[in-house]
């Protein structure tokens, strides 16, 4: 909502500088978005005076004029209007200026005659739509003054940013009001009533609302006469400074009352209106019939539906109730009669309409939020006056009022107590009492200052509760004077629960890995799962959006892997090759029957490339090449699994395996299976290359993703001590030579198995395949760790049940001993 | 010559001989070559059983003198030695002190959880909870319990995300919904009202969305944190002071807050809350747009309509609410040009903080 400072002015004092009163709005719940000065667009036009006036000497239609523009030198303009005289006063824009329809006035050359500027129209000023000629000032403006200033142009706007809950602002009057409440002075509301002349206008019209819930009030007035022509220089630069275009003196003052005072009117040619069986004009608001169209004032044939409210005449549609009128009943430079309308129109069916057609216009703004229905008649008779002054009209007596339901009076009760228990002040009740008068409510004090009965005006709708006059006590009183103070609640307890606690400890074990957070969609293709080869279970369904943005985001993301391969694409893209990512998100699922989906947090990992980019530290291999030796090793299975181990380890989750597995996205062979204590907690592998090609990115990619909800449940949160060994161990490597079927960890759980009590751990620290060794056969070579609590252990009493204990495993797994 | 000459001698000659080996192996030499099981003084020791009764103690006290003596240097001559060699090694070890180093190089923590957790930590020291919601809402929670009206602009198609409600019955069909993605973190605060008795003093972090084109100011997936209050005697000026310690503690004690009258749906009254300009201090810039101010959250009083909702008794309760977009005051924070980049994973701009 704009507002021109200079119309405000006639309607209160501001003595302030704009910034003053820019804080003062902003601090009142009018937020200033932006502060415009009118009349800057026309620096460089000047009164100029026309002192000779000669045919160009190569061109019918042009003249060639020499212009006073106050300055030493008299100026050649060459000129295509007709309308002037030699000594006439004309505005004249100097070479260097813009005008506001952005052009610039240059020095040029028009068929061999220099032009040193440009005498201007109306139209070309800005200041409406007359371009016919120039604009023609009278005798006694003074040449060399700028036209802005000698026109009293010069303007400041506001644009302000009026919040849902006060309908009451979207007008002149209404600004007015609450801006001499804020800055604690007096204004006065504009007002106007005809003189009336002819046959009443209850002859001429009938109106009928056939759906009195979406329309409250519908008033007409019908002027006579009207003689269609430009609008006054003053009206036009009002609704100019508020950003209406000008089209003719009737349709300008309907939206000039409308600025004024918030409520919208229509003018419709009378003539145009469709009439009842008895031969009078007949208005008729109802819904729309399926099928039926409209071609509204700008020309777009629109398909209308029952949901939009209209106003027809016997034939049909003329106009959408509260948005805009009909092409049909449009005034005209023809028109002679006109009928006003002004009504009160549902706030949810003008918004209906309005959006279904994606038509907003001043008019359905206001009424989407809430228009007066008090304010017809003051807005006709405003309007009706300004018509008979300004287009000769004549306004025909009474008009015609259909209320169905009468507007009750409203009265509220406000406690001083609960003012000062909801705001931490002490608030007199005399200070709550000046806020709620200047805000225009009346006032009646009880109780000795103890509440107030407060009669709401229909202008404010939404005062409605106690606590609607509270905020406005606050607000106009000032949020900045409640002194700040912070809760003493007793009974209150901070903190992370343990979930988020384990939460952030994974998070950070991530980051104490190497990886880097990040975030991506939770909505993603849903053709991701298929280039995943992702099998849903059975009758689990994706979640889908009915209106997603694009078709690329349109389910809820089953898991993080298309996000995250999409990052690495991203990052190879642009060069970078090394990527190691966690993202600690949402998973959504669902199945038949379900009214919210499945939600379930999962973390996951995601290792490409290698670890770091070369150093001068990494060990040179002469037999790959300088290339090769230099740019270390790439990241393979056993790093993702490196950082689920310590992961799992952080979390003092000890029943845990690895189990190689058929993970579809995975490549064969290099997928498993995370199995907590019998369950299955997620997935570990190197990306399958056929899904890294479908997702444009390199191999090699590992990936994990495990469940946190699981991880959490597993999650040991205090681990008794355990004595730190006092004796040293005593320690033996062995090799064995198994099966390539043979699993290391199965070796690594005989071992531990038939070591006995004095066996401490067991360390895998090779697995070689090669010279020595049969083919389909590998060696595995242990460290195995024997210590007593008690006593140093001796060679000589632990090798015996060592050698028996390899000697049984060999048996039992079919290996055999390297020597 | 006597054997007590001998010995003098040899001492002479040995303790010479120490002082000129050159390193460990030439002075063990020298030890071995006096000290040793065929050594000259060893000899000499042993030959004490052939020497008459009179010379014998004479020369075995000179003897074990010597011994001594010869111990003594030896070890000294080791140690000035020792000290030569390990000086010699060091000096060999010397690197370039400016080669880069080694270390395992740990992940960051994203921008948006890093000022997350920052917020969060904030409010733990205010004696807060921390609570989530389902990032799939009802509409119910999300509009409707938070007085939102039916026709509330936000509800329309253009600016929420809808989901498909597969539960039996006429949405099924008909394709409308009043499932929905979460807007904002609000409706958590609905849900904990509906589940707890006052007092509550709760933060609610977590991911909104709207239907937006991703652009340099805007994402359709943002990142909310939502703090409610309900209590007996909770004031206007309890969430005055509430915010300006928050505010103050991200983003500095020298800065200021602003309480600016507003409107939402589901608080009354209800506040936009700007910080001063940390760029100017306040005087206006371009950062700022030279209004001084940076608009940082909302908040205002638990309307009475929301706690009609969840049956809380307004006479005895009071309560306050406020939210805040964490994108925003990374952007305002860390000068982030583009927020779509807080979405793309590129590592070289993860790794910055």
Excluded at chain 1, 162 to 171: A, G, H, K
Excluded at chain 1, 342 to 351: E, G, L, W
Excluded at chain 1, 789 to 808: G, N, W, Y
């Amino acid at each position: 909502m704009r507002i021109s400072l200079k119309w405000m002015k006639t309607l209160l004092d501001i003595d302030m500088s704009i910034d003053e009163l820019k804080d003062r709005l902003d601090l009142t719940g009018t937020a200033v978005e932006t502060v415009i000065t009118i009349g800057e667009a026309l620096d460089g036009v000047v009164v100029g005076q026309i002192v000779a006036k000669e045919s160009h000497p190569d061109a019918d239609k042009l003249w060639v004029t020499t212009v006073d523009v106050g300055s030493d030198a008299l100026l050649t303009i060459v000129c295509g209007a007709q309308n002037f005289e030699t000594g006439d006063k004309v505005p004249v824009a100097t070479v260097g200026s813009t005008l506001p329809n952005g052009m610039e006035i240059k020095k040029a050359k028009l068929r061999g005659v220099v032009s040193m500027g440009m005498n201007c129209s109306a139209a070309e000023l800005g200041m409406g739509s007359d371009q016919s000629g120039l604009l023609i000032l009278p005798p006694d403006a003074p040449v060399g003054v700028p036209f802005a200033e000698y026109k009293d142009l010069t303007d400041t706007v506001l644009e302000l940013e009026i919040t849902p809950n006060r309908p009451d602002c979207l007008s002149v009057v209404g600004m007015a009001r609450e801006m001499a409440a804020v800055l604690g002075t007096t204004f006065e509301i504009p007002s106007g009533f005809p003189d009336e002349t002819g046959e009443p206008i209850a002859d001429s019209l009938r109106v009928d609302i056939l759906d009195p819930e979406l329309c409250s009030r519908y008033t007409a007035r019908l002027i006579r006469n009207v003689k269609i022509g430009p609008s006054p220089d003053w009206l036009v630069e009002r609704i100019v400074a508020l950003g209406q275009r000008p089209v003719n003196n009737v349709v300008d003052i309907t939206n000039y009352v409308m600025f004024e005072l918030g409520q919208p009117l229509h003018a419709f040619d009378a003539a145009t209106l469709g009439r009842d069986s008895e031969g009078v004009s007949h208005i008729i608001v109802r819904r729309a019939g399926a099928g039926e169209r409209l071609t509204t004032l700008d020309g777009q044939d629109r398909p209308l539906d029952p949901g939009m409210l209209i106003i027809a005449d016997p034939n049909g549609p003329v106009g959408l109730a509260g948005v805009m009128g009909g092409e049909n009943t449009e005034v005209s430079e023809e028109t002679v009669d006109i009928i006003l309308e002004a009504a009160s129109f549902d706030q949810v069916v003008t918004s209906h309409t309005s959006r279904s057609l994606a038509l907003i216009s001043e008019a359905s703004m206001r009424f989407e939020r809430g228009v007066d229905p008090m304010g017809c008649i003051a807005a006709q008779n405003r309007a009706a006056q300004l018509m008979a002054e300004y287009c000769g009209g004549l306004v025909a007596p009474g008009l015609v009022d259909v209320c169905p339901e009468p507007i009750q009076d409203r009265s509220l009760e406000l406690r001083r107590s609960r003012v000062n228990r909801m705001l931490g002040t002490q608030l007199p009740a005399q200070d709550i009492e000046t806020v709620l008068r200047a805000l225009g409510l009346g006032v009646e004090v009880h109780d000795g200052d103890d509440s107030f009965s407060v009669d709401i005006p229909s202008f404010r709708p939404d005062l409605t509760r106690e606590i609607d006059l509270i905020e406005e006590v606050l607000r106009v009183w000032g949020m900045d004077r409640v002194p700040s103070t912070l809760p003493g609640g007793r009974e209150r307890i901070g903190g992370l629960d343990s979930g988020q606690r384990w939460r952030e400890r994974i998070a950070a074990t991530m980051r104490a890995a190497g990886l880097n957070e990040t975030i991506t969609y939770a909505f993603v293709d849903p053709g991701d799962l298929g280039r995943l080869s992702w099998e849903l279970d059975d009758g689990e369904l994706l979640v889908e959006l009915l209106n997603p943005m694009s078709e690329e985001q349109a389910v809820l993301r089953r898991t993080l892997a298309p996000g995250l391969l999409r990052a690495v694409s991203y990052n190879q893209r642009r060069g970078v090759e090394n990527v190691h990512l966690y993202e600690l998100g949402r998973v959504f699922s669902t199945s038949e029957g379900r009214k919210l989906p499945r939600e379930r947090d999962v973390v996951a990992g995601l290792l490409a490339g290698r670890w770091h980019a070369p150093t001068w530290h990494d060990p040179r291999s002469k037999d790959k090449g300088v290339d090769a030796a230099l740019r270390g090793p790439q990241l393979n299975f056993f790093d993702g699994k490196g950082i689920v181990e310590i992961l799992l380890e952080d979390l003092g989750i000890s029943r845990w395996s690895t189990r190689s597995a058929d993970v579809p996205w995975l490549q064969p062979g290099r997928a498993a299976e995370i199995v907590v204590r019998g369950q299955s907690v997620g997935w570990l592998g190197e990306v399958h290359p056929r899904v890294l090609e479908q997702f444009e990115a390199q191999a090699p990619v590992v990936m994990f993703e495990l469940q946190l909800a699981a991880l959490i449940k597993a999650a040991v949160a205090i681990r008794p001590s355990t004595d730190v060994p006092r004796f040293p161990a005593i320690s033996f490597d062995v090799a064995l030579v198994v099966d390539e079927a043979v699993t290391a960890e199965s070796v690594e759980q005989s071992l531990s198995k038939a070591g006995g009590k004095l066996l401490e751990s067991v360390r895998l620290f090779d697995v070689y395949r090669g010279a020595g060794i049969p083919e389909g056969k590998k060696s595995l070579a242990f460290a195995l760790s024997y210590r007593a609590e008690d006593r140093t252990l001796t060679d000589e009493e632990v090798r015996p049940a060592h050698d028996r204990a390899i000697r049984k495993v060999s048996a039992s797994l079919g290996a055999e001993l390297r020597s | 010559m006597s054997t007590i000459d001998e010995l003098n001698d040899m001492r002479t000659k040995a303790l010479t001989e120490i002082a000129a080996a050159g390193d460990g192996a030439s002075l063990e030499t020298v030890r071995v070559a006096y000290l040793g099981k065929k050594g000259e003084l060893t000899a000499i020791l042993r030959g004490l059983g052939s020497l008459s009764a009179q010379e014998r103690p004479i020369v075995g006290k000179t003897s074990n003198e010597v011994r001594q003596e010869l111990e003594a240097a030896l070890d000294g001559r080791r140690r000035d030695l020792e000290h030569v060699e390990l000086e010699a090694k060091v000096s060999a070890d010397a690197v370039d002190v400016t080669l880069p180093g080694r270390g395992r190089v740990p992940g960051r923590e994203h921008l948006i959880e890093m000022i997350t957790r920052q917020v969060v930590e904030v409010f733990i020291g205010l004696g807060y909870r921390i609570v989530e919601g389902p990032q799939v809402e009802l509409d119910y929670y999300n509009f409707t319990a938070l007085n939102h009206p039916p026709a509330h602009p936000a509800r329309a198609a253009t600016d929420t995300f809808y989901v498909r409600d597969l539960e039996a019955g006429d949405a099924r069909t008909t394709g409308e919904s009043d499932v929905l993605l979460r807007t904002h973190t609000s409706p958590v605060q609905v849900r904990v009202m509906e589940n707890e008795e006052p007092p509550i003093y709760v933060l609610a972090p977590g991911k909104v969305f709207r239907r937006d084109i991703a652009d340099p100011s805007h994402l359709p997936q943002f990142t909310q944190v939502e703090g409610l209050v309900v209590d007996e005697g909770i004031t206007f000026g309890d969430l005055k002071g509430t915010l300006d310690y928050f505010c103050k503690e991200m983003f500095g004690h020298d800065r200021k807050t602003r309480f600016r009258p507003h409107f939402f749906p589901f608080t009354e009254p209800s506040a936009e809350v700007d910080v001063s300009c940390g760029i100017c201090g306040g005087d206006g810039c371009r950062f700022c747009k030279y209004t001084g101010w940076l608009e940082i959250l909302g908040c205002g009083m638990v309307d009475p309509n929301v706690f009609g909702y969840v049956d809380i008794d307004t006479e005895r309760f009071s309560g306050f609410a406020f939210g805040m977009g964490v994108e925003r005051i990374a952007a305002l924070k860390y000068n982030i040009p583009d927020l779509r980049m807080l979405v793309e994973g590129d590592m070289r701009f993860l790794r910055q903080f």
